[in-house]
């Protein structure tokens, strides 16, 4: 019955889980530093509500839509809903040698995060109730059929031999095309071009940022779900990519003005959005090049973005969706599999084709989370209405939603 | 016949000024932490990509409530210590004072704003006269 379950393979997937855990209270400390101090507690909250939300929801039928048996290359089937058959026996379609369980738990961190990293699109302004609402729904209609798209077994994005390690496509393309389209449909902030908005507290950033990293080497290196060399090239490659980022986006500051403490912490998350599809399947160096031309495309497409007077507040585009693609297109380039003989030879290992399934699949998934998403919000916008009134959003949202105050 | 001082000076200053006005004698005095500009409107600062404009700086305001016979040393004061020669070095507005009365001896006028060791006594004036 089943494969046999390695202790040391468990235990490190175990730490890893916990890892990735770690990142989305990093993430709510990340967003809730750039805000202003009036919605502090509404945006940690509102990365927090997922830990609550899809905890249920992965466990009730998200696992199962994403990783159930296949129904067309489209969706996962209902055989794993309420986590049924999901135990200690490992499923070989995953992982031969941890439990299925624990394959499950640490999908659920990914199912987790990723709908976290929109909220940055829609903070300062979002109504609670529609917030919930198209969280659950986007969890259901975009997250759960492009997971089971890339990853689940007999997806047809992983069938064309797509490569995304940690989840260039699932995470960072869709979380920030998403971002995108929302904040197109609930438009800018009161006083957004007039007056800068400014962070109430970069410290409370740069102390996400850091966490970030941390539950990142979980996100990666764990995405190899065995405590192996793969395992370590990824945390090698992530790391590289970060710190190669962090020292690019603080030179282009430094050269627009000063080295901001901002924009280092901010180049550190777009090395690490880059380098997740790429890190287990490239080399450390090859990693410093994702980094090194990660910075300046988000960092022009941030100030692109303002040029065009869009709102989308905390960048979510610019760092993980601009990010990501480059990332995906690079494990086009620089994948090999001296790294992982599981993965593929990318373009600069004789492998043209790779780069163009690499393509397909991040236009794939920008025309579905974008469209998917700008459907859902305009719905909601023009049913219940997706933002606040004109006085709440003046008071802040930590008193008009939560009755709260951060700071008394 | 009583003035009230409003000096505002940079955040940086205030020790050095709290330093020259003690050492005058001026012994009482209370301040608030303010927010404004000037002409040259504010400075830039390092966003996320690139400087953006802050019009409201952070700035302290300094009041002092004393008798116009100590009015110009104490002027010239806060002008040496609160000076960088740089934009921003803030401006002091004097205006009359109706009345001051204290609430513990209701002592009024002159007498309420004298203390033990003030610039008034060092030079050997009593209350009352």
């Known amino acids: ?408 | 016949m009583l003035k009230k001082i409003e000096a505002i000076i940079r955040e940086d200053k205030v020790n050095d000024v709290k330093e020259a006005l003690s050492e005058i004698g001026i012994v009482g005095m209370n301040m608030f932490e303010i927010r404004g500009h000037g002409r040259q409107g504010g400075i830039r600062l390092a966003g996320r990509s690139g400087t953006y404009q802050v019009d409201m700086l952070p700035k302290i305001q300094i009041n002092i409530v004393l008798s116009e016979r100590n009015l110009e040393e104490t002027i010239a004061a806060i002008l040496k210590s609160a000076y960088t020669g740089e934009p921003g070095d803030g401006l002091i507005f004097v205006y009359p004072v109706e009345e001051v009365i204290r609430v513990r001896t209701r002592e009024r006028s002159q007498d309420a704003v004298m203390y033990p060791g003030d610039i008034d006594e060092r030079k050997g004036r009593v209350k009352g006269k």
Request: a neutral charge; proline letters at 4%; glycine letters at 12%.
């Open chain 1, 1 to 408: 019955m089943g494969n046999p379950v390695n202790t040391g393979d468990t235990a490190w997937i175990l730490v890893c889980c916990s890892l990735v855990l770690l990142m989305t209270p990093a993430l709510g400390l990340f967003y809730g530093g750039m805000v202003r101090r009036k919605n502090v507690l509404s945006t940690l909250t509102m990365s927090y509500t997922f830990m609550a939300l899809i905890g249920v929801q992965w466990v009730l039928y998200g696992y199962s839509l994403a990783f159930g048996k296949d129904i067309q290359g489209i969706i996962g089937g209902l055989n794993f809903v309420g986590f049924n058959d999901v135990g200690a026996v490992p499923n070989g379609d995953y992982a031969k040698t941890i439990p299925h369980g624990l394959f499950a738990a640490f999908q659920m961190m990914f199912a987790v995060i990723t709908p976290a990293l929109i909220t940055g699109a829609f903070v300062e302004r979002v109504k609670f109730k529609s917030f919930l609402l198209f969280s659950l729904l986007w969890a259901t209609l975009v997250y759960d059929p492009l997971c089971h798209w890339v990853w689940g077994a007999g997806g047809w994005l992983k069938n064309l031999g797509t490569l995304d390690f940690a989840g260039g496509t699932v995470v960072h393309i869709a979380a920030g095309f998403s971002a995108l389209a929302f904040a197109l449909v609930i438009g800018p902030r009161k006083g957004f071009g007039k007056s800068p908005l400014e962070p109430h507290s970069i410290p409370l950033t740069v102390l996400g940022a850091g966490l970030l990293w941390v539950g990142w080497f979980g996100f990666n290196a764990g995405s190899a779900l065995a405590a192996n060399g793969v395992a370590v090239n990824a945390l090698l490659t992530t790391n590289t990519s970060a710190a190669t980022a962090g020292l690019v986006w603080m030179l282009l500051s430094w050269l627009d003005g000063r080295p901001s403490t901002l924009g280092i912490a901010t180049g550190m998350v777009v090395g690490l959005a880059a380098v997740t599809p790429a890190s287990g399947y490239v080399t450390p160096l090859a990693s410093m090049v994702i980094g090194a031309v990660a910075a300046p495309l988000s960092y022009y497409a941030m100030r692109f973005r303002d040029r065009r007077g869009l709102d989308e507040s905390l960048d979510v585009w610019a760092c993980h969706g601009v990010a990501s693609c480059w990332g995906m297109l690079a494990t086009g380039l620089f994948a090999t599999v001296a790294v992982n003989s599981d993965g593929g030879n990318g373009l600069f290992f004789g492998n043209p084709a790779q780069l163009s399934i690499q393509l397909l699949a991040i236009l794939v998934t920008v025309v579905f989370s974008f469209g998917v998403t700008y459907v859902l919000a305009k719905l909601l916008h023009e049913s219940i209405g997706l933002r606040v009134s004109a006085m709440e959003e003046e008071v802040g949202l930590d008193i008009s939603s939560h009755g709260e105050r951060s700071y008394s």
